[in-house]
Every structure is written in C-alpha cells, then in structure tokens.
C-alpha cells in the first residue's frame, strides 16, 4: 500500500502569477441607461433645491406690512375699494401704511368703547394728535370715519363706501391727489355696532 501524499506536479510549461482580465466593451443599451438615470437623478435633485430655496424664502421673507398690521379681511375691502375710486379718477392708489392702520384702528375702538362718532375724541384729540404722537411725520392728514348697525357684518366694507361716496368731505379725501398712503381700522361695540376709520397722509 503505498503512502504517498496525495498530490499533483504542475505541468511543465506553466507560469505563475495572476490570471490576465479582458476588458469587454460596455454595451450601448447599458451606457444609454446610466445616462438616463443620471439625468433623473440630477431633475430630482434640482426639484428638491427648488423646493428647500422655495420653503426658506417663504418662512424667512419680511412679514408684509399688511401682515404686520393684522388686517382684517374688511379693513382689507374697504382699501380696495377706496383705491379702485381713486383709480377710475385717474389717481394713484394709496400705499398701505401699517401704522396708520393700527392708528386707525384704536381711533374705532376708542368710538367703539365710549359710544361716540367724531374726528376728535371726547378728550379733544384729533386725527393729526393721533398721527404726530406716534412720530409719523406729514405735510398734510385727512380721516374718514362711519358708523353702522346693521346686523349684515359682512356689508361694512360696500355701506361704508356708499356712505362715503355720497358726503363731499370724505370722498374728498378718497379722491384727493395731495394724500399717498392711508391705513384703515374697524372696531365693533358691546351693543354690534361697527365703527371704521380711514387715515390719510402725505
């Protein structure tokens, strides 16, 4: 019985070292679908930066004066429709102002409060005290103001208007070439009565 280990000679003729790789071209097909991929992969991308500048604009952005001032969607018809007359008579729209707005605003409550409709105030403060004791600085000021009590909230904006539009002082403010910007503030009493004021400037 032999003993001999179990092994086997290389061939003659063999060399040693590693096997020798061929490269095979990359078929068409095959380039074609990288490409494509990475183009999507590319759109993908571009759609997500749009997205994230978009996000960051939006939530980063100034807050608009109108935001600041906390408009009411009245307060917001009543300036629309004071600029469309103001447009029909070949006028430049007035600039929003937000702290004439917040002026305005506690001129109503004020009215609101203690049940009065006046320019000046039962202490004797007029519009132009109102305007100067906040540090806005004009050359000239006008106000609008009205009362309602009809139970039709959502008519304030158009009867306002109306109201406005028949009296020769305040659509004479409306129309006048001399103011520039104007704010707009709306209150409602205990009782549901609503009180606006319109404050212009120049």
Known sequence: MSTRPATRRRPSGTRNGPAKIIRMPTPTVVRRRRTIKAGIGLLVLSLLAAIITRLYMLYTAPPSPEKVSGLTEQETEILGLVNQQRIRDGLTPLKFSAR??????????????????????????????????????????GENIYMDDNADSAGVPRRAMDGWLKSPEHLANIISGKFTE???????????STYVTQDFVH
């Open 182 to 192: 104007t704010g707009v503030g709306i209150a409602e009493s205990a009782d549901g």
């Open 100 to 141: 004439l707005a917040v002026i305005a605003r506690g001129h109503s409550y004020d009215m609101a409060m203690r049940h009065y409709l006046a320019h000046n105030s039962p202490d004797g403060v007029a519009p132009a005290d109102r305007i100067s004791g906040v540090g806005i600085g004009y050359r000239a000021v």
